[in-house]
């Protein structure tokens, strides 16, 4: 059964964090992963360093509870958002990298996050992979079904479906939640330079 929470894919609440979350999403990116220090959050939050390894067993855990968090809300509406295009592949298509825009958008600490992989240990990082591995093969198979039902042209549907996803995952480098574009605007743009790249006719 579809919960409100899907049907509203396109709403974005304020995320419930915990204290220790929210500080730790403004330190990584402020200073990234390796430039921020355990120490430094327990300052954030008033807390002592014993305080921050009672509720997370390390840095690297506090991390990885930011990742899950960021990962999963995406994961629910880019299935919720091809949902809501019904049979229609074209619809689909739009309504996924609109949700990923503005989940980007949105979620910009959550989605900076992206840029810290490096510091994970395999196995985390083997977890997050799978996670982006199913967003990358809903689109790839949206657009795959595009181009049998001569909506899109491209003959490279995975290498487009990544070429997309990498486009919209920079945003979460660059975009400024107080500058001229609101989430709304910035994700119609890069639909529309979405549906240039598959070949939409």
């Given amino acids: 059964m579809t ?8 709403t974005y609440a304020p995320l419930e964090l915990s204290p220790i979350l929210a500080a730790a999403a403004d330190a990584f990116y402020e200073h ?12 954030r939050v008033g807390l002592t360093v014993p305080s921050i390894y009672y509720h997370h ?12 968090l960021g990962t999963g809300e995406v ?23 609109e949700t990923v825009v503005l989940h980007m958008a949105h979620r910009t600490r959550l989605a900076a ?31 795959e079904k595009g181009v049998l039902e001569k ?5 490279l549907a995975a290498e487009t479906a990544r070429a997309i996803l990498g486009m919209c995952q920079s945003i979460g480098r660059w975009y400024n939640p107080d500058g001229p574009l609101s989430p709304t605007e910035l994700a119609e743009q890069y639909v529309e330079i979405a549906l240039m790249t598959v070949g939409a006719r």
């Fill in 57 to 68: 067993e390390s840095k690297e855990g506090v991390f990885v509870a930011l990742l899950e």
């Fill in 113 to 143: 996050l992206d840029q810290e992989l490096r510091h994970l240990s395999p196995d985390n990082r083997k977890r997050y992979a799978a996670r982006r591995k199913e967003v990358e093969k809903l689109v790839t198979e949206i657009v």
């Fill in 32 to 43: 990234g992963f390796h430039g921020t220090t355990v120490r430094d959050l327990a300052r």
């Fill in 3 to 10: 919960t409100k929470q899907e049907r509203d894919w396109r």
């Fill in 75 to 97: 994961a629910w509406r880019v299935r919720a958002a091809s949902d809501a295009g019904g049979a229609d592949v074209r619809q689909q298509f739009i309504n996924v990298v």
């Fill in 151 to 155: 909506v899109f042209t491209t003959g």
